[in-house]
């Protein structure tokens, strides 16, 4: 295994202490996600960001994508993500928007995710990946985890069976993101995407004035929904990516 693998892992390793440990210390022990979002900033975010961002500097890793800016062409393909935003957006309002703050908490956290779980994922473990395997295992591998790490939120919901489904979601949506990042050459534009959509789940989720936390068991359509939901980005990062082996075959691509 190679030093850059290893560095990597290695803020992985740090980064997902801070994001769980730090996350279940702020809360006081158990709690439901859109609580960790709307009740303030929360400092777990950007503390884990700007690990990231200091091991980026300090390892000088100029291939991650955050100093290249996307072609106006390739912002093209972002009209899937952005008609599931919109969607989520327009759910929310109907449902009746929480308040202005909560908004405002909701916005700054959700860009905050966006750009730490971005950066590890698609930008640090990614690159490391694609310097020691080729391109489709590097993908398979970096959505493994993203899709993994998700299922350690039961260490801060208690729930299990929602914390297998989310993350078994996320490794759908992890294509979708690798996908962007690959297409476009970028982080920026996946960051964004990846915060707004997290955005447009919140303030869905914190709608109609409701206390976070459900009431009342989920249905199991209600639990699998997030599966179902994020099916066709899969297929539509799988058909954006149909050549990648040919257009990414070395890692600096």
Do not use: C
Request: positive net charge; proline residues 6%; charged residues 10%.
């Amino acid at each position: 295994m190679n030093r850059r693998i290893l560095l990597a892992l290695g803020a992985f390793v740090i980064w997902t202490a801070i994001t769980v440990i730090g996350g279940r210390l702020r809360a006081g022990g158990e709690t439901e996600l859109v609580e960790a979002v709307t009740q303030g900033v929360n400092w777990v975010y950007p503390l884990a960001a700007a690990l990231l961002l200091a091991v980026v500097a300090w390892q000088r890793w100029d291939d991650v994508g955050l100093k290249t800016a996307p072609t106006a062409g390739s912002l093209r393909l972002l009209w899937l993500p952005a008609l599931y935003i919109a969607g989520f957006l327009v759910l929310g309002v109907l449902l009746g928007l929480p308040p202005i703050a909560v908004i405002f908490f909701v916005l700054v956290n959700t860009f905050f995710v966006g750009l730490s779980e971005e950066l590890m994922f698609r930008g640090i473990l990614l690159q490391a990946f694609r310097h020691r395997m080729a391109i489709w295992p590097a993908i398979l591998v970096t959505s493994l985890l993203f899709g993994g790490i998700h299922s350690l939120n039961v260490f801060t919901t208690g729930h299990l069976l929602t914390s297998v489904i989310q993350s078994g979601a996320a490794l759908l949506s992890g294509l979708l993101f690798i996908a962007i990042r690959l297409r476009t050459r970028s982080l920026w534009p996946v960051i964004v995407v990846h915060g707004l959509w997290d955005f447009g789940v919140f303030t869905m989720g914190a709608a109609g004035g409701a206390p976070p936390g459900p009431a009342t068991a989920p249905t199991s359509f209600q639990t699998f929904a997030p599966l179902l939901l994020v099916l066709p980005t899969a297929l539509y990062a799988l058909w954006l990516l149909r050549h990648v082996g040919r257009t990414h075959a070395r890692p600096e691509d």
